[in-house]
């Protein structure tokens, strides 16, 4: 991977926050997001599937495992963004490795994975030596915004992240920048369904215990703000996904499982099992009547997805 550096004549643009003040700085944001992602992994192995994916599955067939549904979800990525085998592939907001790994082990990517989380990071180095794959997957932790990475990717995934991210458009940027040309993002998150519920419903308690009591600090806005930041960033749009019936159906399994394994959450982070729950049924009540979830596919071309000939 090389390094080509490039003038940005691209007009600063600023995020307001869902007050309208400036949102938060990159650090404050990482220190406040830290404080859910930096829990012990078994709390996540309580819940979530084999691999600690902890982002919607892909539910293929009526009566597939969560363990099925997230492989499928992940080759579903890989297909949107035409792995072919052996790619560069930036994983920002890489959590508990499932992606990174599973790029890395059943395509042949050399990774880079972005966390905020050293624990995470750890795991994931782990992971990967008991995988064999060590040697394609590298973890670097800190702010995205604020790392310097090196290098041309042809592909880069953010699923879930953005939220946690006061800058979308310099992070968009900056991905942008990171991509070799003709290179593809998959982006996914969970958003309000249009800015008339943002406006409604974002400064409600519901809204607020899964922004921050849980998740410290998340911005989640409707899908529409993402395709901007998008656009504003440089990108071409390839494709659009809703994925929502998919995610409810995920979170009614981690619902099932954090229930049925309570005393295992309540070993790992005393007094975490009762918020786990209430977080899981707050974020599964709102589907498809305040909020969505979507991922995009862009690509970094003026013409857009390259014809096929």
């Not at 009547?289 to 390259?306: E, F, W």
Request: aromatic share 8%.
């Amino acid at each position: 991977m090389t390094t080509h550096a490039t003038e940005d004549t691209r007009p600063p643009v600023v995020h307001a926050g869902r007050d309208g003040d400036l949102a938060l700085a990159p650090e404050d944001a990482r220190r406040a997001t830290n404080e859910h992602y930096e829990l012990p992994p078994e709390v996540f192995r309580a819940f979530l599937d084999e691999r600690v994916k902890y982002s919607s599955a892909l539910y293929r067939t009526p009566n597939a495992t969560l363990e099925e549904a997230q492989t499928a979800k992940l080759h579903f990525v890989a297909e949107r963004l035409q792995l072919r085998g052996g790619e560069c592939l930036l994983d920002i907001g890489c959590g508990w490795g499932s992606l990174t790994l599973f790029m890395a082990k059943e395509y042949g990517c050399e990774v880079t994975g972005v966390t905020p989380s050293a624990p995470q990071a750890a795991y994931i180095h782990e992971k990967a030596a008991e995988l064999g794959v060590a040697d394609r997957v590298d973890v670097r932790v800190g702010s995205y915004t604020d790392l310097d990475i090196d290098g041309r990717y042809d592909a880069a995934t953010m699923l879930g992240s953005i939220i946690h991210m006061p800058d979308r458009v310099a992070v968009l940027r900056k991905v942008y920048d990171a991509l070799r040309r003709q290179g593809r993002l998959y982006l996914s998150e969970s958003c309000f369904r249009s800015d008339e519920v943002y406006r409604e419903f974002a400064a409600r308690p519901g809204t607020r215990h899964v922004t921050e009591t849980i998740f410290g600090f998340a911005d989640m806005v409707p899908f529409s703000h993402l395709i901007q930041a998008t656009e504003s960033a440089g990108f071409s749009l390839a494709g659009l996904d809703d994925l929502t019936a998919h995610y409810h159906r995920t979170i009614e399994e981690w619902e099932r499982r954090a229930e049925a394994n309570r005393d295992r959450i309540e070993a790992a982070a005393p007094g975490m099992a009762d918020p786990l729950v209430h977080y899981l049924r707050v974020a599964n009540a709102g589907w498809g009547y305040t909020s969505k979830h979507y991922a995009l596919t862009a690509a970094k071309s003026r013409l857009g997805p390259k014809v096929v000939d």
